[in-house]
């Protein structure tokens, strides 16, 4: 998908494309192998109209991802997706008709001002559909920016395979259960920061003990957030994260987040 797809219809359709089959999909946004001296492509895609509606979530403005697919900038690209605080992006779910696991890798992208009126996420929300063989869907990011966002339980919402983030940042964002991050599986943070975000949490709600894996067996969830920062949250009932899981912070940071005088506990956690 090259600059210049002012209708954002080049980009649907990749993401279509890779829908057809189950085979492992990857659409570059930006030059793959620019010319030498060709300057910075700043990619900045606007969306405002919705395009596709899930019959349990609502609309989203990009086709359903049902299929392994990774989006990514090109080499010498920067890549933003803009929300117009009007739409919310990805659903990742698997499908009967392909029966593979599906799962969204996005690197080297910025998201901003997602909006979702519904349940779920702004930004990302990913079903917790199994396939026959008990796999759910996957989310993987790196080097992503989310700001801006509302609306929904968080901006990135997975009941799939524990979700993991490498790098990420999260500014200025709000959900009514956390916000950043809410997941049910565990998820597995490394590096990035998240700050000044609100929520019933101000930035990462994991809502499970256990959950069961594809065999059939109950598994202990583990929310691990090592060499991250997480500074200027505030929740109504905890600052920064609120976990039911098995917790396991390292190397991180915790700065100036607040917890709800009245009803809040853990400034910084609730675990």
Not at 12 to 36: K, L, Y
Not at 220 to 242: C, H, K, M
């Amino acid at each position: 998908v090259l600059p210049g797809d002012t209708a954002n219809d080049e980009l649907r359709a990749a993401i279509s494309a890779a829908n057809a089959d189950a085979a492992t999909d990857v659409i570059v946004v930006g030059e793959v192998n620019p010319a030498a001296g060709t300057p910075t492509d700043g990619i900045d895609l606007g969306f405002g109209s919705v395009a596709y509606v899930d019959a349990t979530l609502g609309a989203f403005t990009f086709p359903f991802v049902i299929a392994p697919l990774t989006i990514e900038a090109g080499t010498t690209s920067t890549l933003q997706l803009d929300g117009t605080d009007a739409v919310r992006f990805f659903l990742v779910k698997n499908d009967a008709t392909l029966d593979v696991q599906s799962s969204l890798t996005l690197r080297d992208v910025t998201i901003v001002n997602g909006m979702s009126p519904a349940t779920g996420g702004s930004v990302i929300h990913v079903d917790g559909t199994a396939t026959t063989s008990g796999l759910v869907p996957a989310l993987t990011l790196q080097d992503v920016s989310i700001r801006g966002s509302a609306g929904g339980s968080a901006p990135v919402v997975s009941h799939g395979d524990p979700p993991r983030l490498t790098n990420c940042t999260f500014r200025w964002n709000s959900g009514d259960l956390a916000g950043a991050l809410v997941v049910d599986r565990g998820a597995v943070i490394s590096g990035g920061s998240i700050a000044d975000c609100r929520g019933a949490t101000g930035a990462v709600e994991a809502t499970a003990a256990t959950f069961v894996d594809a065999s059939g067996a109950t598994v202990n969830a583990v929310l691990a957030i090592n060499g991250a920062t997480l500074e200027n949250n505030v929740g109504q009932a905890a600052g920064a994260v609120r976990s039911l899981a098995n917790t396991n912070l390292g190397s991180d940071t915790f700065s100036g987040n607040h917890a709800n005088a009245g009803t809040g506990q853990g400034g910084a956690v609730l675990a």
